[in-house]
């Protein structure tokens, strides 16, 4: 089929306008909000005191020691996003402890895209990357220290950081990622473990003075100043007879922790990192409740040896 000289020039100028299109989108915010907690309430949530102080943190070194189910991915989720969309080839990444959290973590974001109303990738999203029409990327990166090295990265976001295998590493490259864009590092987590280097950030005053630390418990997260419903915890503490931050099996082990990131499965993290055998029995009490827990400036507890 033969196209006419006509229909040629109509889909040229088409496409040329197409492109002119993008091209001005590329030089201008995609979405009109300036101020990152309207553009929290602008898709449909209402940010709590303790989210609100994490979004509007303007610090490069932030640590947040969040209870779990206390709204701590959304809102790094919503900051992400944000930033993608009022700043011309911005570049984040995620990292966790698999690449299928990382997935997860971009997929809340892609998700959070269709409460805009409008058009802002460029192109239909890839699973663990959004190309936004910008130029802005926001993309998941396997936690190996020599896939980060090679970026050059605005912000990086460590997704359970206290169980990141090989952290310091990771962390020595997330730096030089950063460093020629002055970029912003977030690490989030429920504390695990003494041994990481989460729990240095989150309890060395001097050699990481320069972090913005936010803690919030679960009780932190309660209802009303957060999504945790009392009435779910009374229902586990009277089944467990124990604190609604613990579960403990037939032996008396700490098996799960449901909530409060203040005390996580003693003894177990530990063992695991030092090659132990895993206390159980009577002997675990003595873990979980003796010397091997490690108490925080703020009263919080970490696991220790």
């Given at each position: 089929?033969i196209?006419?000289?006509?229909?040629?020039?109509?889909?040229?100028?088409?496409?040329?306008?197409?492109?002119?299109?993008?091209?001005?989108?590329?030089?201008?915010?995609?979405?009109?909000?300036t101020?990152?907690?309207?553009?929290?309430?602008?898709?449909?949530?209402?940010a709590?005191?303790?989210?609100?102080?994490?979004?509007?943190?303007?610090?490069?070194?932030?640590?947040?020691?969040?209870?779990?189910?206390?709204?701590?991915?959304?809102?790094?989720?919503?900051?992400?996003?944000?930033?993608?969309?009022?700043h011309?080839g911005?570049?984040?990444?995620?990292?966790?402890?698999?690449?299928?959290?990382?997935?997860?973590?971009?997929?809340?974001?892609s998700?959070?895209?269709?409460?805009?109303?409008?058009?802002v990738?460029?192109?239909?999203?890839?699973?663990?990357?959004l190309?936004?029409?910008?130029?802005?990327?926001?993309?998941?990166?396997?936690?190996?220290?020599?896939?980060v090295?090679?970026?050059?990265?605005?912000?990086?976001?460590?997704?359970?950081?206290?169980?990141?295998?090989?952290?310091?590493e990771?962390?020595?490259?997330?730096?030089?990622?950063?460093?020629?864009?002055?970029?912003?590092?977030?690490?989030?987590?429920?504390?695990g473990?003494?041994?990481?280097?989460?729990?240095d950030?989150?309890?060395?005053?001097?050699?990481f003075?320069?972090?913005?630390?936010?803690h919030?418990?679960y009780?932190?997260?309660?209802?009303?100043?957060?999504p945790?419903?009392?009435?779910?915890?009374?229902?586990?503490?009277?089944?467990?007879?124990?604190?609604?931050?613990?579960?403990?099996?037939?032996?008396?082990?700490?098996v799960?922790?449901?909530?409060?990131?203040?005390?996580?499965?003693?003894?177990?993290?530990?063992?695991e990192?030092?090659n132990?055998?895993?206390?159980s029995?009577?002997?675990?009490?003595?873990v979980?409740?003796?010397?091997?827990?490690?108490?925080?400036?703020?009263?919080?507890?970490?696991?220790?040896?």
């Amino acid at each position: 089929m033969i196209t006419s000289p006509g229909r040629k020039i109509n889909r040229y100028y088409e496409n040329l306008q197409d492109q002119r299109g993008r091209d001005e989108a590329s030089n201008r915010p995609l979405i009109e909000e300036t101020d990152v907690v309207e553009f929290f309430k602008h898709l449909g949530f209402q940010a709590t005191v303790y989210q609100e102080k994490l979004l509007r943190d303007k610090s490069h070194f932030v640590l947040a020691r969040w209870s779990r189910q206390s709204g701590k991915s959304l809102a790094m989720a919503v900051a992400v996003l944000f930033n993608a969309l009022t700043h011309k080839g911005f570049r984040a990444a995620i990292v966790a402890p698999s690449k299928r959290q990382s997935f997860k973590m971009v997929d809340k974001i892609s998700r959070l895209l269709a409460r805009l109303g409008r058009e802002v990738l460029e192109g239909p999203p890839r699973k663990g990357r959004l190309v936004f029409r910008n130029g802005s990327v926001i993309e998941a990166l396997p936690n190996n220290p020599d896939t980060v090295r090679g970026e050059t990265l605005n912000v990086v976001v460590l997704d359970e950081f206290a169980y990141i295998e090989h952290d310091k590493e990771l962390y020595d490259a997330i730096i030089f990622a950063l460093s020629t864009t002055n970029g912003s590092f977030y690490g989030m987590s429920t504390p695990g473990s003494r041994d990481t280097l989460f729990y240095d950030m989150a309890t060395d005053d001097e050699q990481f003075a320069d972090f913005s630390r936010h803690h919030v418990s679960y009780k932190d997260a309660l209802k009303p100043n957060g999504p945790i419903d009392p009435e779910f915890l009374e229902k586990i503490r009277r089944q467990y007879q124990t604190d609604p931050g613990t579960v403990e099996a037939g032996d008396g082990r700490t098996v799960r922790r449901l909530f409060s990131p203040s005390r996580k499965l003693q003894g177990r993290a530990e063992a695991e990192r030092s090659n132990r055998p895993r206390v159980s029995g009577k002997d675990s009490q003595a873990v979980s409740n003796g010397p091997g827990t490690v108490e925080a400036g703020d009263g919080s507890r970490f696991c220790g040896r």
